[in-house]
């Protein structure tokens, strides 16, 4: 599991894919969504705006991270 730290209240989805480096752009991070890749605290995220706060876990492509501020 990797650690990721924000230095906002909170990050939307698609950025944080972007941020974490899983998706090179907005689109890809959106497709990635759309497709059901993604879980947020263990549940399957369809939506890009989802607002990630300290403590959530974003499960995408095997790989696990941890949010915090």
């Known amino acids: 599991m990797e650690n990721i730290k924000i230095n906002t ?5 698609d950025q ?3 941020w974490c480096g899983v998706a090179e752009s ?3 991070a959106k ?7 993604v ?7 369809l939506r890009r705006g989802k607002k ?3 403590g959530d876990l974003v499960e995408v492509r ?3 991270f ?3 501020n």
């Open 9 to 13: 209240e909170y990050i939307k989805l």
């Open 62 to 64: 095997g790989k696990e």
């Open 39 to 45: 879980k947020v605290n263990g549940e399957t995220e």
């Open 31 to 37: 497709e990635i969504i759309k497709n059901g890749m």
């Open 26 to 28: 907005g689109s890809e």
């Open 16 to 18: 944080f894919l972007k």
């Open 52 to 54: 990630l706060r300290d």
């Open 66 to 68: 941890k949010i915090y």
